[in-house]
T-cell receptor
Framework: SQQGEEDPQALSIQEGENATMNCSYKTSINNLQWYRQNSGRGLVHLILIRSNEREKHSGRLRVTLDTSKKSSSLLITASRAADTASYFCATDPSRDDYKLSFGAGTTVTVRA | EADIYQTPRYLVIGTGKKITLECSQTMGHDKMYWYQQDPGMELHLIHYSYGVNSTEKGDLSSESTVSRIRTEHFPLTLESARPSHTSQYLC???????????FGQGTRLTVV
């Protein structure tokens, strides 16, 4: 099975609200990354957080990482219709391996 | 703008045909990846490469094969396509560990 699992599977919010999604993983990691996918096209990288970091910000995005619980969360503040997309977490294993494994994703719908 | 390209974008072929999906990147990245994704579903890693002449199988067993003769090129081949191969195939590349991956726009394959 995949390294990362997202929760919830789907999320519907009103424009201006915050969206929070979670990712859990199974083995030790070097870093955890979040990506966005619009309408089944290629993925776009959003943010990378290393295993020794606990929180990271990028614009309206806030990512936290709890390595003791093997989990991460992505918060999108003040959501916009353009944030409607699927969001995936991906992990780099801690051993010397370049495999990049993705979770199942969270589909976010922002209603105008 | 990511410099990674996949061709064709869409392909409809008959059962039993041999096909090659092309993926090229101009960023000089050593690490390249192939993922399979059904609509609205998770990404499954099927092949990856550390560099020239290196290929590895991913998490999902696949009947496809890959080659890496040049840094910039990572084609995926299906010797005999079947309806079960109908899916979207996404190619990605990155410089190394702890770096972001860049994705192509994908090839949507339909086998009839």
């Amino acid at each position: 099975s995949q390294q990362g699992e997202e929760d919830p599977q789907a999320l519907s919010i009103q424009e201006g609200e915050n969206a929070t999604m979670n990712c859990s993983y199974k083995t030790s990691i070097n870093n955890l990354q979040w990506y966005r996918q619009n309408s089944g096209r290629g993925l776009v990288h959003l943010i990378l957080i290393r295993s020794n970091e606990r929180e990271k910000h990028s614009g309206r995005l806030r990512v936290t990482l709890d390595t003791s619980k093997k989990s991460s969360s992505l918060l999108i503040t003040a959501s916009r219709a353009a944030d409607t997309a699927s969001y995936f977490c991906a992990t780099d294993p801690s051993r010397d391996d370049y495999k990049l494994s993705f979770g199942a994703g969270t589909t976010v719908t922002v209603r105008a | 703008e990511a410099d990674i390209y996949q061709t064709p974008r869409y392909l409809v072929i008959g059962t039993g045909k041999k096909i090659t999906l092309e993926c090229s990147q101009t960023m000089g990245h050593d690490k390249m990846y192939w993922y399979q994704q059904d609509p609205g579903m998770e990404l499954h890693l099927i092949h990856y490469s550390y560099g020239v002449n290196s290929t590895e199988k991913g998490d999902l067993s696949s009947e496809s094969t890959v080659s890496r003769i040049r840094t910039e090129h990572f084609p995926l081949t299906l010797e005999s396509a079947r309806p079960s191969h109908t899916s979207q195939y996404l190619c990605a590349s990155r410089r190394g560990l702890n770096t972001e991956a860049f994705f192509g726009q994908g090839t949507r394959l339909t086998v009839v």
